[in-house]
């Protein structure tokens, strides 16, 4: 008699609280203040971003070892523009490109696509002020925190706005950052070896462990090593499925930027995807991507003392990697397999790429999937630890042992009801950082666009 009632109890809970929710935020109102409010950053900012991230990125790359030298308290430009990737690139790559395009259609490919280049000024005003405020207070406990700038910059009476963002992306943190990453590894490996979720969760909260309770610094070493190949590896895959399906491919862009505007029907009178489900699904989980405008950027990028320009452009350079190139590999090689009707997240992703490379393919996504979430969860780790500090959080030991046992949870819990949560939480960082964010780029643009002008430009 109790099995029925708490089964619907549950599925009420779960609709209500989460879904409900989350649409009722997202759906349109989130998503056109995000358009709109990345339109006027564009314009203030004279896009800047878009002008200046392509350049920077082939800085770094000519110049390796031009910023070998700095403080032992900041993060490099190297160091930072990898860590920030690797927590970027994570499960949102694989699994939110394939659950985006399944509730969306494929027209959400191309608002992910909006989301990023919008995000790309998010991201450079917000390492922008972060080390800009550095450089005033060299010694200030708010360093490298998007809490930094809030702060000094609002006021006093506005350090409850500064304290609600550093508590939601605690939560965020601890609960969709690291739960849906575990989740999302749990299943694809039991799904391609039969390994259960219990031993998955073991492993995977033994290794954050491992990694988390050294600190940033190890966080650092293993980010800036292990995300490059595997992002490497994984385009290299992606781009052969595309390159030897020309036809197909050519096929499957086309539907995106048709789509993007135009209702999806689905033959024998089932519903299909309205626009916009399409729009908020891609915007949604584009953030959930790249996270641009919900105040994580200055944990890495901001980690610097330098010229806040350089690493402002580094940060836009993060949503052009992350989306434009990552998530549109795995979109298109998702379309192509033509299985997102039947399909979606991680398993998607998984079943799309073994369609055209057989069990290598799959073995390669899989191994990619694993790495990728595992970076993310261990740099939002010290995402949190930071938040945990400016709350007032002292035993930052015991939080880090904390934090690799929320890991071990992940794998046992239902992965739609930790979706609906992840998109809440993004929407509540929205309204709670790029508000404040708008306020101040906006009242000190000229400030800004003179610390963001290249040499030749000044001349």
């Known amino acids: 008699i109790a099995k029925p009632y708490t089964r619907s109890a549950y599925n009420f809970f779960d609709r209500i609280t989460m879904e409900t929710l989350s649409s009722w935020l997202w759906n349109p109102f989130l998503a056109f203040i995000y358009?709109?409010?990345g339109v006027l950053f564009l314009v203030v900012t004279r896009f800047a971003a878009w002008r200046g991230a392509l350049d920077e990125m082939r800085a770094l790359w000519r110049d390796r070892t031009i910023d070998t030298k700095h403080a032992d308290e900041d993060v490099s430009h190297r160091h930072a523009f990898f860590a920030a990737l690797a927590a970027s690139v994570g499960v949102g790559n694989l699994a939110g490109v394939g659950t985006a395009i399944h509730l969306g259609g494929p027209g959400a490919?191309?608002?992910?696509?909006?989301?990023a280049l919008l995000g790309m000024s998010f991201r450079m005003s917000s390492v922008f002020w972060a080390i800009k405020m550095a450089r005033r207070d060299k010694d200030s406990e708010l360093f490298a925190t998007p809490m930094f700038y809030m702060v000094n910059m609002l006021g006093a009476k506005w350090k409850w706005l500064a304290s609600a963002l550093a508590l939601i992306l605690m939560i965020k943190g601890m609960v969709t950052a690291n739960l849906i990453q575990a989740n999302s590894v749990a299943h694809a490996i039991s799904g391609e070896i039969g390994v259960s979720n219990l031993l998955v969760a073991a492993l995977l909260c033994a290794a954050v462990a491992l990694v988390v309770v050294g600190g940033y610094k190890s966080i650092l070493r293993f980010s800036s090593v292990a995300a490059p190949w595997m992002i490497v590896a994984y385009l290299l895959c992606g781009w052969a499925i595309l390159l030897f399906t020309?036809?197909?491919?050519?096929?499957?862009?086309?539907?995106?930027?048709?789509?993007?505007?135009n209702p999806y029907s689905i033959a024998g009178g089932v519903a299909g995807y309205a626009v916009l489900e399409t729009l908020q699904f891609g915007i949604a989980r584009g953030i959930f991507s790249h996270g641009s405008g919900i105040g994580i950027a200055p944990f890495w990028q901001g980690a610097n003392r330098g010229d806040p320009a350089k690493s402002a452009l580094l940060a836009a350079a993060v949503p052009l990697t992350d989306t434009l190139i990552i998530c549109t590999t795995t979109g298109l090689v998702v379309l192509t397999a033509d299985q997102w009707l039947n399909l979606t997240g991680a398993y998607l992703t998984v079943t799309s790429f073994s369609h055209f490379l057989g069990n290598a393919g799959r073995m390669v996504v899989t191994v990619c999937l694993v790495i990728f979430a595992f970076t993310t969860i261990i740099n939002w780790a010290h995402f949190s630890e930071r938040c945990f500090q400016f709350l007032g959080?002292?035993?930052?030991?015991?939080?880090?042992?904390?934090?690799?046992?929320?890991t071990f949870v992940g794998p046992f819990l239902p992965l739609r009801p930790l979706?609906?949560?992840g998109d809440l939480l993004i929407g509540?960082?929205?309204?709670?950082?790029?508000?404040?964010?708008?306020y101040i780029v906006v009242r000190h643009s000229r400030v800004m666009c003179l610390g963001l002008l290249t040499k030749e430009e000044v001349d």
């Open 35 to 37: 358009l709109e409010i």
């Open 109 to 115: 490919l191309f608002w992910m696509w909006v989301s």
């Open 246 to 261: 020309p036809a197909n491919t050519m096929e499957a862009l086309l539907s995106v930027f048709y789509y993007a505007f």
């Open 393 to 406: 959080g002292k035993d930052i030991r015991h939080f880090r042992w904390f934090f690799a046992a929320v």
């Open 419 to 421: 979706w609906s949560l």
């Open 428 to 438: 509540l960082m929205l309204i709670v950082h790029l508000i404040p964010l708008t």
